[in-house]
């Protein structure tokens, strides 16, 4: 079936820091790329939505500044958390559709976990 | 806007009793329903999904769902709960004739005693 990667599972960084995440499609191309962010014990909030060579679309009050999104192949999307504080502390889930994927099934990928000191 | 209800935040069931977890729906046309699994720590895996047809889906591990138009309901039911299947499950609304972003309720943790 369909798998999706993240990496790194999980990042702790400084105050200030960037950290960039990454999300594979190992094994389909990922035409679209949705990025969400969950809470501890909340459920997902959709961040932004990311088409292979397009600018990503984001979600209202996502700052797309401090957010950026990179989808520049059918396998690839990354996220970069820009200046990161530890209100931007989260667990960070991608999730992929497309061809040879499953028609209208988004694949999830096993999330990563970022925490700012 | 879409927007999905799940009115339990926490069940707990003994293992081998059957289960049902509540899931409402807001969607102005057909939507499509899905159900996820996500354990701690874990990403999301998709257990079963709904877009027409039959209203009774079955999906991976013995769960299925059955969709309610007139109640706006996509119900999550297992006959015989293992304990492994201790988890936090999500409901979600898609809008129909694509995978587009999907929108979330807020998930049931799910309990089980042995």
């Known amino acids: 079936g369909a798998v999706v990667s993240q990496h790194p599972s999980w990042v702790i960084c400084k105050s200030g820091t960037s950290v960039k995440i990454e999300c594979r499609s190992l094994d389909f191309q990922a035409t679209t790329m949705f990025w969400y962010r969950q809470f501890p014990k909340q459920s997902l909030m959709l961040m932004a939505t990311?088409?292979?060579?397009?600018?990503?679309?984001?979600e209202q009050g996502v700052e797309k500044d401090k957010f950026l999104i990179n989808h520049a192949s059918l396998t690839l999307s990354t996220l970069t958390v820009t200046s990161a504080h530890p209100e931007d502390s989260s667990f960070y889930i991608c999730?992929?559709?497309?061809?040879?994927?499953?028609?209208?099934?988004?694949?999830f990928g096993a999330g990563s976990r970022l925490t700012v000191l | 806007a879409q927007s999905v209800t799940q009115p339990d935040i926490h069940i707990t069931v003994s293992e081998g009793a059957s289960l049902e977890l509540r899931c409402n729906y807001s969607?102005?046309?057909?939507?499509?329903l899905f159900w996820y699994v996500q354990s701690p720590g874990q990403g999301l895996q998709l257990l079963l999904k709904y877009f027409s047809g039959d209203t009774l889906v079955q999906g991976i591990k013995g769960f299925e769902a059955e969709f309610k138009r007139s109640q706006s309901s996509f119900n999550l039911r297992k006959p015989s709960v293992h304990w492994s299947d201790a988890a936090e499950y999500f409901c979600?609304?898609?809008?129909?004739?694509?995978?587009?972003?999907?929108?979330f309720g807020t998930g049931t943790r799910l309990q089980v005693t042995l």
């Open positions: 990311s088409n292979e060579g397009s600018k990503a679309t984001y």
């Open positions: 979600a609304v898609g809008a129909s004739g694509t995978a587009s972003k999907l929108t």
């Open positions: 999730s992929a559709s497309g061809p040879g994927a499953g028609a209208n099934v988004l694949t």
């Open positions: 969607y102005g046309a057909t939507p499509y």
